[in-house]
């Protein structure tokens, strides 16, 4: 898994217990999921479909780093299944496992549309393609 994105947490971000607010980090998923499918479908209007059991497992405070970390598990015909963790940095552990987030490329009617993707495509293979 590939951890691309880090967070900062800031007091912004904290729930009154005075750790890592839930919905904030569910906020910076769902758009690390997008931009991840967004780019593998080359779709920019994609769209996050279905997110399954969310664990959290522990949490972040204040000036902790957080990683978000995404793979993909499934290429389907207009979806893309992406499984997600996100790590505290700091204590080096896991805040939250999500095993599926199902993300659909639409049409401009908003329909589901055919990807024709099968595997993880990077910049290098693009250019070398065009
Ligand atoms: C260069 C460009 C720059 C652009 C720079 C933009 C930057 C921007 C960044 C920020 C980005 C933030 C973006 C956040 C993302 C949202 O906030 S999205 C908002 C929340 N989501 C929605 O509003 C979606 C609402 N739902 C829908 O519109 C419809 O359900 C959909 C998605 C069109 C699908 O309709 P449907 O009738 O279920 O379609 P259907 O063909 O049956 O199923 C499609 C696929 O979904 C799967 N599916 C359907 N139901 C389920 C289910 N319950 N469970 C699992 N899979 C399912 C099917 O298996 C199927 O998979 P495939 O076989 O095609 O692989």
Redesign the pocket.
């Known amino acids: 898994m590939n951890f691309h994105t880090r967070k900062w947490i800031k007091p912004q971000d904290l729930n009154p217990n005075r750790s890592l607010f839930g919905g904030r980090l569910l906020e910076w998923i ?2 690390e999921a ?2 991840y499918a ?1 780019i593998q479908l080359e779709n ?1 209007r ?5 997110i399954s059991e969310i664990d959290f497992k522990s949490s972040a405070r204040e000036g902790d780093i957080v990683e978000i970390g995404i793979e993909p598990v499934k290429f ?4 893309l299944t992406l499984k997600c963790e996100v790590r505290n940095k700091m204590t080096r552990e896991t805040i939250i496992t999500i095993d ?1 987030i ?1 993300m ?1 490329g ?1 049409d401009e009617n ?3 549309k ?1 990807h024709g993707k099968t595997k993880v495509e990077y910049v290098k293979d693009r250019l070398e393609d065009r």
Not at 46 to 50: F, L, N, P, S
Not at 76 to 79: C, P, R
Request: neutral net charge; hydrophobic residues 40%.
């Open positions: 769902d758009e997008a931009l967004i920019p994609t769209v996050t479909k279905y389907g015909t207009a979806s599926k199902v659909v639409l908003g329909n589901a055919p």
